[in-house]
């Protein structure tokens, strides 16, 4: 049913009553969310090089023109970020490059690192010792690179996007939906509280993210480590000229995820990305990551929103705003002794998680 999941060993058993079920919600069906939340972050995008070469896509840039941040520029953006009051450190990659990218690996071969993995390790080092926790979304992972960062991170995350195979993500560089289901899988079964997401508008059908949704529900009833699920409309740019998806078919989507799913994950949509007021009655509980010191860089065209904006949708929808933590309060039990430490620690960082937590 999913292409590419028997290849990486995904077994998913998705009935045709489970997808006709999720077909037929309307925005009607769901209710609006008792609160909002959102997070403090400064997105940090490691480098631009990436295997993959999606049609809606401008992260990715080709061979020699492709940027590699340094441990210096890492630890400049954390530590404005830990000046403006902010809790999470957004590491994104391009997915791991492959071999045509020779001045990006000689360039981490001369800083010392064997892989992007390894840099990965030590960006989140410096984001530690700067005051903020790491969330790395390094796109697919194998379950031995996910483990080599795991007590590093408060949680992680990959956008699933769909489990469709689309002309978006064709050619010799294209996407694999089992390699996507797979990273999730091995984030279950690592116990890491895990973010992802599908994207709206790419070509896929309604059936598409039925199924999409469905797959992210099965793996977390296997291991329960799926705390957020992103809805996310692609959005016009240089390399995608197709409009964004209209509001109606957001508004169902949207509700389609919030009846799909159980209730303990969260169901955002970006605020810069999409009218958020207008949704918020189809069962939004989050409105991500928010930075005040960092853009969106991989929809640099579409600012995010002040922390006062996002106030006044939550007045306006009448409903508490509350900032949360990369992690998810019912998973502070599973991060490792390094994250929690850091939590716990009597620093200006630590207080700043614990009145996180407190609110």
């Given amino acids: 049913m ?34 909002l939340s959102y997070a403090r972050n400064v997105f940090i995008p490691v480098t ?3 295997k993959y070469n999606c049609g809606y896509c401008t992260y990715v840039d080709a061979p020699g023109e492709a940027s590699l941040l340094s441990p210096e520029e890492i630890r400049s953006i954390v530590e ?31 800083w010392g690192y064997d892989s992007f993995h390894d840099y990965l390790a030590e960006a989140c080092e410096i984001a530690l010792e700067a005051g903020l926790l790491p969330h790395s979304n390094p796109g697919d992972q194998t379950a031995d690179q996910m483990a080599s960062i795991q007590d590093l991170n408060a949680s992680m995350g990959v956008m699933l996007e769909t489990t469709a195979e689309l002309p978006a993500h064709a050619g010799p560089r294209g996407k694999s939906p089992g390699q996507r289901l797979a990273t999730i899988r091995a984030a279950g079964e690592l116990s890491i509280p895990f973010t992802t997401g599908i994207l709206v508008g790419i070509g896929e059908s309604w059936r598409d993210r039925a199924i999409s949704l469905l797959a992210i529900r099965e793996l977390h009833a296997r291991y329960g480590h799926v705390q957020e699920v992103i809805v996310q409309p692609v959005s016009p740019n240089e390399r995608w000229s197709k409009p964004a998806p209209a509001l109606e078919i957001m508004r169902r989507a ?42 969106d860089h991989i929809n640099p065209d579409y600012a995010w929103p002040a922390v006062r904006e996002l106030e006044s949708i939550a007045v306006g929808a009448g409903v508490p705003l509350r900032e949360r933590l990369p992690v998810y309060r019912q998973y502070l039990e599973w991060v490792s002794p390094r994250i929690r430490d850091a939590i716990d620690a009597d620093t200006s960082a630590g207080a700043r998680y614990r009145s996180v937590l407190a609110d």
């Fill in 2 to 35: 999913i292409p590419g999941a028997d290849r990486y060993g995904v077994e998913l058993d998705i009935s045709p009553t489970d997808i006709d079920d999720a077909l037929s919600v309307e925005p009607g069906d769901v209710s609006a969310a008792s609160e």
């Fill in 80 to 110: 404005r970020g830990a000046r403006a009051g902010c809790t999470e450190a957004l590491f994104t990659f391009g997915d791991e490059p492959d071999g045509r990218y020779e001045a990006i690996y000689s360039q981490l071969s001369e």
């Fill in 254 to 295: 949207v509700s389609m995820a919030r009846a799909v799913l159980p209730a303990s994950i969260s169901v955002q949509v970006p605020p810069n990305l999409a009218p958020v007021e207008e949704l918020l009655d189809c069962g939004i509980d989050d409105l991500g990551g928010v930075s005040p010191v960092t853009s």
């Fill in 48 to 50: 631009t090089a990436c």
